[in-house]
Each structure stands twice: as C-alpha cells, then as structure tokens.
C-alpha cells in the first residue's frame, strides 16, 4: 500500500516559477517516479521521468524550462517548473513506481494539482 500525496500547484503569471512536489509514504522500494499532465480536453502526456539513480529524461515542450528531481530518504519527487507558458496550464500528475524483487510491480498516482499560467 503506498499513500501519494502532490503539492505546490497554483495559479503563476507567463515567465514564472513553481515547484511541484510529491511524497510517497511506503515501506517498499521506489523506482522511476515521473510527471504527467492533462489539459482540458486533451489527454494526460508525459512530461518528465527520473530514475532510482538520478538519470532523467523531458518532454521537448518542458526540456530546458522543468528540472526534475528526487530525495531518496524522503521518497519525494519534484518537478521546478520555470519560464512557465499558458500552454502549461494543465492538471500535473505524479506517478511513483514500486519495485519489489528487484523489478518495477505496481504504479501509484498522486491525486493531481492544478497549474494555471496566465498571459
């Protein structure tokens, strides 16, 4: 059983910053914990990806504008998301990856956290 809990969502002008956070509380090990978002109207697309070991990876609409990273003794991930555009706007997701056996089992989704980016 893992509890998921996101943060840090709000309403930000065009060119600003905010921070994401999300907190995994488990006794079992985590893996790749990502973000995804989903506009209005639209599907929920991935936007960026860490590994145990800190390697990432970005959507080219955030690469360069969103960092994603990870506190390993806090089981949280964040995304700080900068040079915000209206186009961001969308609910943000967390996915935290449970591995057990040494190998990736079940996902866990945050419960999502609003952006809102005005021009």
């Known amino acids: 059983q893992v509890q998921v809990a996101e943060s840090g969502g709000g309403l930000v002008q065009a060119g600003g910053s905010l921070r994401l956070s999300c907190a995994a509380s488990?006794?079992?090990?985590?893996?790749?914990m990502a973000w995804y978002r989903q506009a209005p109207g639209k599907q929920r697309d991935w936007v960026a990806a860490?590994?145990?070991?800190?390697?990432?990876n970005y959507a080219d609409s955030v690469r360069g504008r969103f960092t994603i990273s990870r506190d390993n003794a806090k089981k949280t991930v964040y995304l700080n998301m900068n040079n915000l555009k209206p186009e961001d706007t969308a609910v943000y997701y967390c996915?935290?990856?449970?591995?057990?056996?040494?190998?990736?089992?079940?996902?866990?989704w945050g419960q999502g956290t609003q952006v809102t980016v005005s021009s």
């Open positions: 860490i590994t145990s070991g800190g390697a990432t």
């Open positions: 996915k935290i990856g449970v591995i057990q056996l040494g190998r990736p089992t079940t996902d866990y």
């Open positions: 488990t006794t079992k090990f985590i893996g790749v």
